[in-house]
């Protein structure tokens, strides 16, 4: 989880909302590094956790990622929890939870619902504080250009 947040850093510093996310392998080799991307890729799909996976996918020739792990700084969203179902990613382990639009375990509960065809494990919590303060860094900083732009 400590890398994931080192890649929410990097976000951060790109000006992209900071969530960082972590692939690995069962063995706990690293797959895939890498961070939300919407605003310099202008693409809306480049959170996280979706770039993460393709990486992986990608790297091993294989888009089944059932015995990987996904660590990721916030709960993942709706489309994100999707995709990995899809890849019949194993786990999941992430942060901070995210009330408004998380799809693992705050707002819907996607990845253990029974109707699905793949249920992923969810670990929730870890970093959480660490993973919402830079998020709230974030939107402060954000709020407070705004305004200083209002001011002009």
């Excluded at 693992?104 to 660490?130: C, K, Q, W």
Aim: glycine share 6%; aromatic share 6%.
């Amino acid at each position: 989880m400590r890398l994931a947040l080192e890649e929410a850093g990097l976000a951060f510093a790109e000006n992209e909302v900071p969530v960082g996310a972590i692939l690995v392998d069962q063995n706990g080799e690293v797959l895939a590094k890498t961070h939300n991307q919407r605003e310099s890729a202008a693409d809306p799909t480049a959170h996280a956790e979706i770039l993460a996976l393709r990486i992986g996918a990608i790297r091993r020739h294989e888009w089944r990622l059932e015995d990987a792990t996904l660590y990721v700084t916030k709960e993942p969203c709706v489309m994100c929890a999707g995709a990995m179902i899809n890849s019949r990613l194993k786990r999941v382990v992430f942060g901070c939870k995210d009330i408004k639009g998380g799809a693992a375990n705050s707002l819907y509960h996607i990845l253990s619902d029974p109707r699905m065809n793949h249920r992923v494990e969810v670990t929730a919590g870890i970093f959480e504080d660490e993973g919402r303060k830079i998020l709230q860094d974030f939107f402060i900083a954000r709020r407070s250009l705004k305004n200083q732009k209002k001011r002009l």
